[in-house]
């Protein structure tokens, strides 16, 4: 092989080789592979304090928790972050931050009784009545409010079904780095293998909030749902619903965002609170009984906002690694396809589970591939060198072009090392 050609060859082969051994890893990801940091991957309460800093409540019983701002993405504090726990209706926020953008709040949907069938034992219900028409923002109200299983229900079959559902929510979590959540049921019924975390709540809770419909929903404190026929009257009645979050309307600058209870579950919270400009998120997860989950979050809250200049982070929330979602995609006059909106959520490739963060399939097929264009670009130069010299001995290049010609090949393995780069960007 010239040697001009085995440069670039080698070049690019050593590129490959330090990605395959050494890539540096993916933002808020550590090479132990906790997204989000070191720290976050502890089993222990992680808490970096400052000079007056106050101290953590002493009476946090909940098996995993975490405390984030919510704009700057910091863990101000955390226990058992990424341990996996069934998440109950929390898993709701995901299942909204999905499915909320594709449908436009005033479409009205007529219930079938195949739409209920499947709603598990012992649900939470709104009341959705089949043969009956729902607007969009009626069943989303009664999703935050209520935890409605059955709204859930009804919005994922206009989704596409309970399984697309399922598909997608799944892939959004992995736009997220949500690396922790496994989604078997989009309303978040105790089913067997679906889990999640408190690091990933948190994430589902941020997402959420950017969505101005969602946050509308999540800080409802009441509203009027639609009832039945009156038998009388043949009109349409109503009754009041009411947000079954405990804190909204008694902490101090809650937002919202969605609590949850199961037998297997047990009780899980993830609250936003906004005071002094500054947003706190909170998730607390399996407290020792149902009703401290409101009393551990409203405290860790507390010492948030107390802390939140006097502590050093201990791990960060990641960014959504999705594409941008299609413009007028926000829940309001959206009439964007099930499949635009999906597509949105599954643009990168799947995340790899482990604690090996390793290289996707199309990234290796990247490097490859760069290495073999190197090459190729390099043969052909050289192809035509020699080609060039066999018709004409004076093109020999002289000492003065040696090292223009350096520079080409050079810039070829740049380019090879560039595409290798780029690469990087389709990790997990």
Same mark, same amino acid.
């Given at each position: 092989?010239?040697?001009?050609?085995?440069?670039?060859?080698?070049?690019?082969?050593?590129?490959?080789?330090?990605?395959?051994v050494?890539?540096?890893?993916?933002?808020?990801?550590?090479?132990?592979?906790?997204?989000?940091?070191?720290?976050?991957?502890?089993?222990?309460?992680?808490?970096?304090?400052?000079?007056g800093?106050?101290?953590l409540?002493?009476?946090?019983?909940?098996?995993?928790?975490?405390?984030?701002?919510?704009?700057?993405?910091?863990?101000?504090?955390?226990?058992?972050?990424?341990?996996?726990?069934?998440p109950?209706?929390?898993?709701?926020?995901?299942?909204?931050?999905?499915?909320?953008?594709?449908?436009?709040?005033?479409?009205?949907?007529?219930?079938?009784?195949?739409?209920?069938?499947?709603?598990?034992?012992?649900?939470?219900?709104?009341?959705?009545?089949?043969?009956?028409?729902?607007?969009?923002?009626?069943?989303?109200?009664?999703?935050?409010?209520?935890?409605?299983?059955?709204?859930?229900?009804?919005?994922?079959?206009?989704?596409?079904?309970?399984?697309?559902?399922?598909?997608?929510?799944?892939?959004?979590?992995?736009?997220?780095?949500?690396r922790?959540?496994?989604?078997?049921?989009?309303?978040?019924?105790?089913?067997?293998?679906?889990?999640?975390?408190?690091?990933?709540?948190?994430?589902?809770?941020?997402?959420?909030?950017?969505?101005?419909?969602?946050?509308?929903?999540?800080?409802?404190?009441?509203?009027?749902?639609?009832?039945?026929?009156?038998?009388?009257?043949?009109?349409?009645?109503?009754?009041?619903?009411?947000?079954?979050?405990?804190?909204?309307?008694?902490?101090?600058?809650?937002?919202?965002?969605?609590?949850?209870?199961?037998?297997?579950?047990?009780?899980?919270?993830?609250?936003?609170?906004?005071?002094?400009?500054?947003?706190?998120?909170?998730?607390?997860?399996h407290?020792?009984?149902?009703?401290? !989950?409101? =009393?551990?979050?409203? $405290? *860790?809250? +507390?010492? @948030?906002?107390? &802390?939140?200049d006097?502590?050093?982070?201990? %791990?960060?929330?990641?960014?959504?690694?999705?594409?941008?979602?299609?413009?007028?995609?926000?829940?309001?006059?959206?009439?964007?396809?099930?499949?635009?909106?999906?597509?949105?959520?599954?643009?990168?490739?799947?995340?790899?589970?482990?604690?090996?963060?390793?290289?996707?399939p199309?990234?290796?097929?990247?490097?490859?591939?760069?290495?073999?264009?190197?090459?190729?670009?390099?043969?052909?130069?050289?192809?035509?060198?020699?080609?060039? !010299?066999? =018709?004409?001995?004076? $093109? *020999?290049? +002289?000492? @003065?072009?040696? &090292?223009?010609?350096?520079?080409?090949?050079? %810039?070829l393995?740049?380019?090879?090392?560039?595409?290798?780069?780029?690469?990087?960007?389709?990790?997990?």
């Amino acid at each position: 092989m010239p040697q001009h050609v085995s440069r670039v060859a080698a070049a690019a082969a050593v590129s490959t080789l330090m990605l395959a051994v050494g890539a540096p890893t993916a933002p808020g990801q550590d090479a132990a592979g906790a997204v989000g940091g070191e720290r976050l991957g502890q089993s222990t309460v992680q808490v970096a304090p400052l000079a007056g800093a106050p101290a953590l409540p002493t009476t946090l019983t909940g098996r995993s928790w975490l405390v984030a701002d919510a704009d700057t993405g910091e863990v101000l504090a955390a226990h058992n972050a990424h341990l996996q726990l069934p998440p109950a209706s929390t898993l709701k926020m995901l299942f909204a931050d999905t499915v909320l953008p594709k449908f436009d709040r005033m479409t009205e949907h007529k219930v079938t009784t195949a739409e209920l069938a499947n709603v598990g034992a012992g649900s939470s219900l709104v009341g959705v009545k089949e043969d009956l028409p729902y607007r969009v923002e009626d069943l989303w109200r009664g999703v935050f409010l209520s935890s409605g299983n059955d709204a859930v229900h009804v919005l994922a079959h206009m989704n596409g079904g309970l399984q697309q559902t399922v598909a997608e929510m799944q892939a959004r979590a992995q736009a997220l780095q949500a690396r922790d959540t496994k989604v078997v049921s989009p309303d978040g019924y105790d089913m067997d293998g679906q889990v999640s975390s408190a690091y990933d709540l948190t994430l589902f809770a941020r997402a959420g909030l950017r969505n101005a419909d969602f946050r509308s929903y999540c800080s409802t404190r009441t509203a009027h749902f639609p009832g039945g026929l009156d038998k009388l009257t043949g009109q349409r009645t109503s009754f009041d619903i009411a947000n079954t979050d405990r804190l909204l309307g008694k902490y101090q600058g809650l937002i919202g965002v969605k609590n949850g209870y199961t037998t297997n579950a047990g009780a899980t919270f993830t609250g936003a609170a906004q005071r002094g400009g500054r947003t706190l998120l909170v998730t607390v997860m399996h407290p020792d009984t149902q009703t401290r !989950v409101y =009393d551990e979050a409203s $405290a *860790l809250l +507390d010492w @948030g906002f107390a &802390a939140a200049d006097k502590v050093q982070p201990v %791990g960060q929330l990641v960014e959504d690694t999705a594409a941008a979602r299609p413009a007028g995609l926000t829940g309001r006059g959206s009439t964007a396809s099930a499949a635009t909106a999906a597509t949105a959520g599954q643009a990168r490739p799947q995340a790899v589970r482990g604690t090996d963060p390793g290289l996707a399939p199309a990234a290796w097929t990247a490097i490859a591939l760069g290495a073999v264009l190197a090459l190729w670009a390099a043969g052909r130069t050289a192809a035509r060198r020699h080609a060039a !010299v066999a =018709d004409d001995p004076a $093109a *020999l290049p +002289d000492p @003065g072009a040696t &090292a223009l010609g350096g520079q080409r090949h050079r %810039g070829l393995a740049r380019r090879a090392r560039a595409l290798v780069r780029h690469a990087l960007d389709f990790r997990p």
